[in-house]
């Protein structure tokens, strides 16, 4: 005799399996910039050489982040996106000032009615040496804040009404029923063993409710291409097998992350390749590209669609793109003419142009590989594989892991939450789990969750009268 059994859950896993939440019948919006970077005006006292030698020597455009956040603000209140996620490094150097403009400023944003989350980078808090008001000839310290301050300052935008982990900046958020938003504080570099385990347990309580996370972090989580680390010795987060792990153990699987000022998509599977993590790393807003995201999530919280836009001008300034390029090449030929290789500029900077704008391998990255002096090679062979890995969109190069991603236009299916179907028992055992239903019942017309119409030999979960079912026939 075939026996039907309903599967009783909770409202939001029917939800989430029919795609029509009460909640988020509709899709989210996540706009995520991040490296802002942003000075606060007052600190530029006075223009004059001790300013100008600062802007000489770096490849940000400091000087434009005033005009580049105000335009990322007015931008966002144009799109009205449901959330807005800054992964680290908000300010120039953890200036007081500077965060205290930027509260205010996104404080535009949530008075909208945008949900907005932010976390530290190594730039947001401590004694940082460049921390410095600019005055004619003359530079002086000015004042950082603390992670108390931090939070304080930031409490609009992820601290307040979240649940906070009592060891760092870290909380668990809840913008949407059924989205749960993890910002991990790295500014240190490091998650500390008690942070790591609050994480995993914050991501494990939602996946065992059948919710969805989204975690934001300021370093990478891993390397994006080999030798990334040789390049730049502070690159990604400290202890990154061990914490990519255990985020995947826990449920994590897509993070969003800066730090690097560049647009790249990296992937990274556990140790028996029976799940992955994405790292989704988005170049500063005040470095060439300038790039943002708009992430878009199903109604139903089971898809994920990541695009990529550019910051092509700002008020006053329609060539900023160019002058973020320009800049970029100034600071890359100033640090090889002074190692004595100026010959390999051009390469470097066209290396650094293709990885800053992602999907370097659709701009036949790899051929720029043959422009580059053999002797080069000879003398850093591991070049080589760095060059190789980079230019040709791979992480984990040459390794069992490799793997390559579209850097601007991601679109990636959720984990969706693990549906147990009970073992079949008497009703007198178990009468809150499950029912039997009736002979009339089963001549009903049946569909797969698709909507389509299946026969009466299909088994497994089906749709019939309304209702979501479990077919079990003998």
């Known amino acids: 005799m075939k026996k039907l059994f309903i599967l009783k859950r909770s409202v939001w896993t029917l939800l989430i399996i029919l795609g029509c939440s009460s909640t988020a019948a ?49 931008s966002i209140l144009l799109q009205m996106p449901d959330i807005v996620m800054i992964p680290g490094d908000i300010s120039k150097d953890g200036e007081k000032l500077s965060h205290e403009y930027i509260a205010h400023e996104l404080s535009r944003l949530t008075d909208a009615g945008i949900k907005v989350f932010v976390v530290p980078g190594n730039h947001d808090i401590g004694n940082i040496e460049n921390a410095q008001y600019f005055d004619g000839s003359k530079r002086y310290k000015a004042e950082n804040i603390t992670e108390d301050e931090f939070a304080e300052m930031y409490s609009s935008f992820g601290y307040e009404g979240s649940v906070r982990d009592e060891n760092s900046l870290s909380y668990a958020a809840e913008p949407f029923d059924g989205l749960v938003i993890i910002g991990i504080d790295s500014h240190s570099r490091k998650i500390g063993k008690k942070t790591l385990d609050w994480i995993c347990e914050q991501a494990s309580n939602a996946r065992e409710q059948d919710k969805q996370i989204v975690a934001m972090v300021h370093h990478p989580i891993m390397e994006h291409f080999n030798g990334q680390i040789e390049m730049k010795s502070d690159a990604i987060i400290k202890d990154d097998e061990n914490v990519r792990s255990r985020f995947m153990e826990a449920g994590i699987h ?71 390029k320009k800049r970029i090449e100034k600071n890359i030929n100033a640090k090889l003419e002074s190692k004595g290789v100026s010959f390999m500029s051009s390469v470097a900077c066209q290396a650094t142009f293709l990885h800053c704008e992602g999907n370097e391998n659709e701009a036949d990255g790899v051929s720029l590989i043959d422009s580059i002096p053999f002797l080069a090679f000879i003398f850093y062979p591991e070049g080589w594989v760095i060059m190789n890995s980079m230019l040709d969109d ?81």
């Open 394 to 474: 791979y992480s984990f190069y040459g390794e069992e892991n490799q793997n390559r991603a579209n850097d601007l236009k991601l679109d990636v299916k959720l984990r969706e939450a693990e549906i147990k179907v009970e073992e079949e028992v008497e009703e007198e055992e178990a009468p809150d789990s499950i029912r039997e239903i009736s002979a009339d019942q089963e001549d009903e017309l049946s569909y797969n969750l698709n909507g389509q119409p299946i026969d009466e030999r299909t088994n497994g979960l089906i749709i019939q009268g309304g209702k979501i079912m479990i077919r079990k026939n003998p």
């Open 26 to 74: 509709r899709n989210i919006s996540i706009f995520v910039a991040t490296d802002l970077h942003v000075m606060g005006p007052e600190l530029l006292v006075n223009e004059g050489s001790a300013w100008d030698d600062y802007i000489n020597s770096s490849h940000k455009l400091e000087d434009y982040s005033v005009g580049l956040f105000q335009n990322m603000i007015d």
């Open 254 to 324: 897509t993070v969003f992350t800066g730090h690097f000022h560049t647009t790249d998509v990296a992937m990274a599977y556990n140790e028996n390749h029976t799940d992955s993590i994405f790292d989704i790393t988005t170049g500063s807003m005040i470095s060439y590209p300038m790039h943002h995201r708009w992430v878009t999530l199903s109604e139903n919280l089971s898809r994920m669609e990541i695009n990529t836009f550019v910051t092509d001008s700002i008020e006053g300034h329609p060539e900023i793109v160019d002058v973020a």
